[in-house]
């Protein structure tokens, strides 16, 4: 299906203070699909605009959405890329299948997003670890009471110009371990990238920022023993013989993030590992001394190194200025890529023309 | 703060053949909550029309939305009432303080309530087994990517005429026992009337229908062990000593109807039990005989008498054509007092004068 363009002039004002996700493009990537029309209906990019929607819309009341989150960079070379678009794109489609939404064809939903990107282009700010965010999501929009999957949708891709996650460079969080609530528990929505699963969270999150700490730990809601994310990240521990992190045991997000950081990590001959990781082992390993950093994984900050991580009583401290030596070169490497300064040797960036 | 009615005019227009959740009343409650204004805004009550809002807003990303459903009645003396009202008030705000919703003031709820049904009274369908289903709902509507509680809300209350649940009368369904699948566990959203946890559920939902079942049951999600709840139901097992249902343990919606079935049957010196059943329980007193019928209770059906119940290999049949004694009794009980043809001894009833 060819994508209408029905509308392109930019108009960029990009503000000097740039707060993530609230600064918009000229314009919108949507596509409707209708059950009683056969389907995905006409793609259309057009001007960036308000929705009209019933507020009897299945999304408001069963919470059919699902959405991505990714990004083009301006390289040095003046290059636009995005890196490894067709992986969100496979997510998308997978997060659609668990929460009974239509799938789109990959083919057309990568080429939405790079034709939006293009005409958008000037959009994309160049100053260092600056991007544009690119969010593809998808919710029900037929107007019903009845809890089934909707017979409607709408598939919308937006573009937000975003500064780098810290203004003030590449500084340690502290992250709190929550045994209070769940994220999410196998067999559930939580390797889904599921509208549902962020409002679930916040409750913890808020708790922990009264206590000074950025983010929060799950650990599996099963046993309430193994660590399995960190709010919107994966989570990665550098043992002193080993770089682990959580198997994808159905609750977890597989982050971008975390697959391109394995890669590295077998390319440099780390001994990586993606296992069940305890809490308990964390703090054991902390205490004699086997642990070397803790790293977060994704889009937004690419890594977030740990300054410091409590479990009840036991604080794990790290530097509070320094972030760890494997996370400063992970964060390097892939900044390096996705900005065009180090060879893309995995071919992970995808070129707008 | 008083309600601010903008319009009042009704054009009732009920369709003979009414479909559940298709059909909306001419006016809608709707109040919008602003941090930046200082918290809840102006109330209203307006025309029923579609919402504008942008497709950046927190609701369609981060699923931070809750609802609640119940209804009003034209009794046979012509009086129109409520059932039990203020517990959906009351757990609304419960859910919103799961989901970092801001809470809203219980008397005015329960006042936007009482008076929209109020403006669309007209709405309220005559025939036995039909009333006006009410919905309100409130939706995270700031526009911002950034994972955190948002800063705006709709409060927004919908009214829509429904006929019975079961249109050839009370008819039993069968039940499918899902282990494939979680609906919700401790510690996390389960006991919240969260968006989320309906989307969740569809997938399973959608296995069961192909199998010829109408609903799913689900077992907790920790042990996989214990029944929790069914659908959009709570679960009642009768055994020949004991009416038990699931106790609330945190992954369980406390139902309105849960709630007054319990009172009903203590009333009338049932040994009534909330606690831990395991599904293993269920099928050996089935095979025992020991087990005498199973039912749903909720909102939309009252009650709903199992007629097969299938566990992997094991099938619990009940009858296929007939209700089961006690599921009868109470729906007659229950629907006795909402149509006001038995005396409402507990008060549940709130008239709208």
């Given amino acids: 299906m ?157 573009l937000s110009p975003v500064g780098p996650y810290y203004p003030e460079g590449f500084k340690p969080v502290p992250i709190m371990v929550t045994d209070k609530y769940v994220r999410a528990v196998r067999k559930g929505t939580g390797e889904a990238k599921a509208a549902g699963n962020y409002a679930a969270g916040l409750i913890a999150q808020a708790e922990a920022k009264k206590e000074g700490y950025t983010q929060v730990l799950w650990l599996d809601a099963v046993e309430q023993k193994y660590i399995e994310e960190v709010g919107a990240m994966n989570i990665f521990i550098q043992f002193k013989d080993e770089v682990a992190t959580p198997m994808l045991s159905g609750s977890i997000l597989p982050g971008v993030t975390r697959m391109s950081v394995l890669q590295l990590l077998k390319d440099w001959n780390y001994n990586v590992t993606e296992r069940l990781i305890s809490i308990q082992e964390v703090v054991e390993s902390y205490k004699n001394g086997n642990l070397l950093e803790i790293f977060g994984t994704g889009t937004a900050a690419v890594i977030s190194s740990v300054s410091k991580l409590k479990y009840n009583n036991n604080i794990l401290q790290f530097s509070d200025e320094q972030a760890g030596e494997l996370g400063i070169k992970l964060y390097e490497e892939l900044t390096g890529i996705q900005y065009g300064k180090i060879e893309d040797k995995h071919g992970w960036m995808t070129y707008i023309d």
């Fill in 2 to 158: 060819n994508i209408e363009v029905l509308e392109k002039e930019t108009n960029v004002i990009i503000p000097e203070n740039l707060v993530f996700g609230k600064v918009f493009t000229d314009h919108v990537f949507e596509m409707d699909y209708d059950a009683s029309k056969g389907g995905w209906q006409k793609p259309v990019i057009k001007k960036f605009e308000k929705l009209n929607i019933s507020p009897a819309a299945m999304v408001f009341h069963y919470g059919q959405a699902i959405f991505e989150g990714l990004k083009a960079y301006k390289q040095v070379d003046g290059r636009i890329a995005l890196f490894r678009p067709e992986k969100n794109v496979e997510r998308l489609n997978k997060s659609a299948a668990r929460m009974s939404i239509p799938q789109v064809d990959p083919k057309l939903a990568l080429e939405a997003i790079l034709e939006l990107v293009r005409i958008d282009q000037d959009w994309i700010p160049t100053k260092p670890g600056y991007s544009l965010y690119i969010r593809p999501f998808m919710i029900a929009t037929e107007e019903c009471f009845g809890v089934r999957p909707s017979d409607n949708y709408k598939f919308i891709i937006l």
